[in-house]
């Protein structure tokens, strides 16, 4: 597909989903546990279908074909901007969650602790649009969150002016990882074009992040940003606690962003990486973020309730999580033979603890990476594993050799590597899987990756999950999903695994 039909085919795509939200989308009066038949059997219900699934493939297809880079920076930059056109103007797609943000904040602007209560028990007068399981659950995010949410709610007036700002809220964490991405894109020594293209444009940020208003978006601009400056300035104290600071207003908003701040504590330092100096240039970092998260718990007056929040954040249970799908398909076993192991619990603790010693292990390897960078008195070709003698970890960045490539650029690339994969574990081993969560590791992957079939794939299919009404196929798709996933789980364990465990033994290169 040429660059000009892509633009325009994407844009199609943009408008159709658009015109199946106001068909039926995630709208307050829309009647909530629809299924694809009771969504089908509706007046407008066959237009809605027959818009989304035509929008969702337009819009796929288009980002689909140019995944190797936009044809200019600009381009891909002005490209997903008119396909956001659309949908700015679109009611919310894909989720109710915008809902649930908007009582919270109304919770919290009314005096009563939403990390105490359920929206329904405040008295939130929107509590018939939030979806059912969310009702009794306290607030799952941080006090940012719960801040802007309450003003949302204080200046929108109602439940339309909320959610408008609440979108306003997403749009404005968008455009500043839009303004971050250039200076990633060259500190890691990839193209610019590239990196907008996969971020930008993938239409689980257009769907999700703009017309679904999610927070996920103001995470990840915040990340982005701390990122940034820990790059770009590292060993520099005042930029450092500012770049804690981006970092731990992003944890505020939602904790995932957790997993990456080890990677940009290797990113602050200056020089040589030694104990020594990721002790002091960390340490400024750490001080930032510790900074903002005590500050915004004490302005928010709720302390660290929100912290206790975290734990309901796995109420729902669906396939699309790997470690939930796989205590399924134990349950199913068990059922076979008359037990009833109740394993989907007892597999997610087992994959949060796996989850821990794969994030140790790839801050380790990023370690080692830098610390043989710093170590080599000169980088003239670093192919194998040897540069002038001396060892040279990581001469892999990311699928990629680096052939002739200063340390100024190899050394960010491996720590926005390493962090990308953090969030690909973070998502992959976690309770509970929604569309949106790909799109953690999707930018920071776009800066680093080589190949991207392995990341665009996934986030292409999650495209298409969830219904413009927030219906998730999941859902209705329990067993064979379960089976599935499993499957595919076992089978990329034996492609991979043996990869990873037979390393060839290092070899001289001249």
Sequence with gaps: MSARLARYAGLA???????????????????????????????????????????????????????????????????????????????????????????????????????????????????????????????????????????AVTLGGGLTGTVVLLRVIAVAGLLLAAICLPGLARAAGVPTRRAAWLALAAPLVGVHLIAGAHNDAVMLGLLLGG???????????????????????????????????????????????????????????????????????????????????????GDSEQWTSPPTAVGFVVDYAGALVGRDPQAVPVVRAVALLLLAGVLVVLWWRAWRALRGFSDARRVARVEGAWVDGARVEGARVGGARVDGARVEVACPRVVLHGAALALVATVVLSPVFHPWYATWPLALLALTAVRTTWFVLPAAVAAFLALPDGTNLARFTKAPGALAMTALLLTLTVIVLPRTTHRPGPTRRS
């Design 227 to 313: 990122m940034l400056v820990a790059i770009r300035r590292p060993g520099w104290p005042p930029a450092l606690l500012l770049a804690g600071a981006l970092l731990g207003l992003a944890v505020t908003v939602k904790a995932s962003a957790v997993v990456v701040v080890p990677f940009a504590a290797l990113a602050a330092v200056r020089g040589r990486h030694t104990v020594r100096a990721l002790l002091r240039d960390g340490g400024w970092l750490a001080g930032g973020l510790l900074g903002a998260v005590l500050v915004t718990s004490a302005v928010s007056g709720l302390g660290f309730g929100w912290v206790g929040g975290l734990t309901h954040s």
């Design 13 to 151: 795509g943009a408008v159709l989903l658009t015109v199946a939200g106001y068909l039926g989308g995630a709208l307050p009066d829309a009647p909530l546990g629809a299924t694809p038949a009771s969504i089908w059997r509706t007046p407008d219900g066959p237009a809605t279908l027959i818009c989304w699934l035509a929008g969702t493939t337009l819009l796929v297809g288009a980002w689909w074909s140019l995944r190797g880079g936009a044809p200019s920076t600009r381009w891909a930059y002005v490209t997903a901007g008119l396909w956001a056109l659309p949908l700015l103007v679109a009611p919310p797609l894909g989720s109710r969650d915008v809902y649930s943000y908007a009582c919270q904040g109304w919770t919290y602007a009314h005096g009563v602790d939403p990390y105490a209560v359920g929206v329904a028990a405040a008295g939130c007068p929107w509590l018939d649009t939030v979806a059912p399981i969310w009702r009794d659950t306290p607030a799952p995010y941080g006090p940012v969150f719960v801040l802007l949410a309450a003003l």
